[in-house]
Nanobody, 129 residues
Framework: QVQLVESGGGLVQAGDSLRLSCEAS????????MGWFRQAPGKEREFVAA????????YYADSVKGRFTISRDNAKNTEYLQMNSLEPEDTAVYYC??????????????????????WGQGTQVTVSA
């Protein structure tokens, strides 16, 4: 059974940092794109960041560019999202995802939620003003 398990969410103040982790089990995603999405109350799920299999290709939503950094450790089958300078607008449930059909991806494919076929259960990030 394939599972993606997020951790690292929590309640922080504006300007603080958090590091999310997502560990995969049941199969390896070392040769696939992995990504992060988020969903705020009353809003649709939106793309946050993605990373190609080697880690050389990274993609970010404009809203987080320069503040968030995505990375991965294929030996641990784990991806990370370092979030700095958090803002109240970053409050959401954060989901990690894996795309078994994508290896490196592109700027047009990785933001699409339908390209990902494995999802975690989500972790809450709340940023207070």
């Amino acid at each position: 059974q394939v599972q993606l398990v997020e951790s690292g969410g929590g309640l922080v103040q504006a300007g603080d940092s958090l590091r999310l982790s997502c560990e995969a089990s049941g199969r390896t995603f070392s040769y696939n794109v992995m990504g992060w999405f988020r969903q705020a109350p009353g809003k649709e799920r939106e793309f946050v960041a993605a990373i190609g299999w080697s880690g050389e290709s990274t993609y970010y939503a404009d809203s987080v560019k320069g503040r968030f950094t995505i990375s991965r450790d294929n030996a641990k089958n784990t991806e990370y999202l370092q979030m700095n300078s958090l803002e109240p607008e970053d409050t959401a449930v954060y989901y990690c995802a894996a795309a078994s059909r994508l290896k490196s991806g592109s700027s047009t494919t990785v933001p699409r939620a339908d390209m990902y076929d494995y999802w975690g259960q989500g972790t809450q990030v709340t940023v207070s003003a």
